[in-house]
T-cell receptor, first 116, second 116 residues
Framework: KAGVTQTPRYLIKTRGQQVTLSCSPI?????VSWYQQTPGQGLQFLFE???????NKGNFPGRFSGRQFSNSRSEMNVSTLELGDSALYLC???????????????FGPGTRLLVL | AQKITQTQPGMFVQEKEAVTLDCTYD???????LFWYKQPSSGEMIFLIY??????QNATEGRYSLNFQKARKSANLVISASQLGDSAMYFC?????????????FGSGTQLTVLP
C-alpha cells in the first residue's frame, strides 16, 4: 500500500498570505489528523477528520481550518499567516477497525512552511 | 500537566550496543495506547512500536522492544544492536481511548546519535 502523501513538501509564504496544504491518506483509512511541529512547541495536535467531519480539534486559533473530502483526502488552510506559523506540518492517517492496535497513526513526510 | 515526559534530550550509543530511551506518562484513563515514533532529519515520523494498556506482554518489533511498567507509568524503548541508521529523533506518544480527546500527545523527544 502507498503511504500517506503530502503536498507540497516545501512552501515559502509572506506574512498575511494564506496557504493550503494537502494530505492523501493510506488507502482505506478514513481518519486524518494534522499536527504542527516547531522547535519551541514540539508536536501539537491541530485537528482530526473522519468521514468528512471534524471529530476533534486542538488549541489553535480560527485561522487554522481544515476539511476532508469524500475520498478521505484532507486539506488544511492557514489564513493571514504569521511568522510563528513557520513549522513542519504533519498529516497522519489511521484505520478504523475498532481494534486498539488500529489506533496507530501513520504519518506523511510533512510540509515545511516558511513564513517570511 | 505534561502527559508525556522524555527526560533525555540527547543520547549517544556505540554501534552494535543496546540503548534505552526513557518515557513516562500520566493518565487517569484505564484504556490507552503508547507509541514510539522515529523521526530522521528528513522529517517523516516513522511508527516503530505500540503497547496497549491492557496488553499483558511487552511489545517487540524486530530490534525494538518496549519495557512497559504500568505501575510506574513508564514505557521505555529499547533498541538492540544499534545501527548508524538509527540516528534520529525518537518520540514517545500516548492516545487515550476513553472520552472525547483522543488525539496523540507527544513527548519532547530524544535525539539519538549512534557512533561508529
Amino acid at each position: 500500500k502507498a503511504g500517506v502523501t503530502q503536498t507540497p513538501r516545501y512552501l515559502i509564504k509572506t506574512r498575511g498570505q494564506q496557504v493550503t496544504l494537502s494530505c492523501s491518506p493510506i488507502s482505506g483509512h478514513r481518519s486524518v489528523s494534522w499536527y504542527q511541529q516547531t522547535p519551541g512547541q514540539g508536536l501539537q495536535f491541530l485537528f482530526e477528520y473522519f468521514s468528512e467531519t471534524q471529530r476533534n480539534k486542538g488549541n489553535f486559533p480560527g485561522r487554522f481550518s481544515g476539511r476532508q473530502f469524500s475520498n478521505s483526502r484532507s486539506e488544511m488552510n492557514v489564513s493571514t499567516l504569521e511568522l510563528g506559523d513557520s513549522a513542519l506540518y504533519l498529516c497522519a492517517s489511521k484505520g478504523t477497525s475498532g481494534l486498539q492496535y488500529q489506533e496507530t497513526q501513520y504519518f506523511g513526510p510533512g510540509t515545511r512552511l516558511l513564513v517570511l | 500537566a505534561q502527559k508525556i515526559t522524555q527526560t533525555q534530550p540527547g543520547m549517544f550509543v556505540q554501534e552494535k550496543e543496546a540503548v534505552t530511551l526513557d518515557c513516562t506518562y500520566d493518565t487517569s484513563d484505564p484504556s490507552y495506547g503508547l507509541f514510539w515514533y522515529k523521526q530522521p532529519s528528513s522529517g517523516e515520523m516513522i511508527f516503530l512500536i505500540y503497547q496497549g494498556s491492557y496488553d499483558q506482554q511487552n511489545a517487540t518489533e524486530g530490534r525494538y522492544s518496549l519495557n512497559f511498567q504500568k505501575a510506574r507509568k513508564s514505557a521505555n524503548l529499547v533498541i538492540s544492536a544499534s545501527q548508524l541508521g538509527d540516528s534520529a529523533m525518537y518520540f514517545c506518544a500516548m492516545r487515550e481511548f476513553s472520552g472525547s480527546a483522543r488525539q496523540l500527545t507527544f513527548g519532547s523527544g530524544t535525539q539519538l546519535t549512534v557512533l561508529p
